[in-house]
């Protein structure tokens, strides 16, 4: 199972990024994936998951409302839209799979990529 999250960088308040996340080494639409994000010194939080086929989201309450989770299974790929950046959203962020279908961030997953850092500030 391989995981690599790519596009954080900086951004100022009230702005916007993408990440992306490349799958490989599994049958990716048979998975939901999640987004996990940790700022050091603090334990790993769920920020978002999506169900294998994308019908399906859950989202922590600090980012519902700005942040989307979506997923292309024909690329292999799932994605983070933030919207609406806070410098509380600065961490280094995470995707996930935990080689189930449940929808759910309630604990933590087997399986973690590399990680990009978010960093929000003016």
């Known amino acids: 199972v391989q995981l690599q999250a790519s596009g954080g960088g900086l951004v100022q308040p009230g702005g916007s990024l993408r990440l992306s996340c490349a799958a490989s080494g599994f049958t990716f639409n048979d998975y939901a994936i999640a987004w996990f994000r940790q700022v050091p010194g603090k334990e790993r939080e769920g920020v978002a998951c999506?169900?294998?086929?994308?019908?399906?989201?859950y989202y922590a309450d600090s980012v519902k409302g700005r942040f989307t989770i979506s997923r292309n299974n024909a690329a292999n790929t799932a994605f983070l839209q933030m919207n609406s950046l806070k410098p509380e959203d600065t961490a280094v962020y995470f995707c996930?799979?935990?080689?189930?279908?449940?929808?759910?961030?309630?604990?933590?997953?087997?399986?973690y990529g590399q990680g990009t850092l978010v960093t929000v500030s003016s």
């Open positions: 996930a799979t935990d080689m189930s279908p449940v929808v759910t961030l309630q604990y933590e997953y087997d399986y």
């Open positions: 999506i169900s294998p086929l994308g019908a399906g989201t």
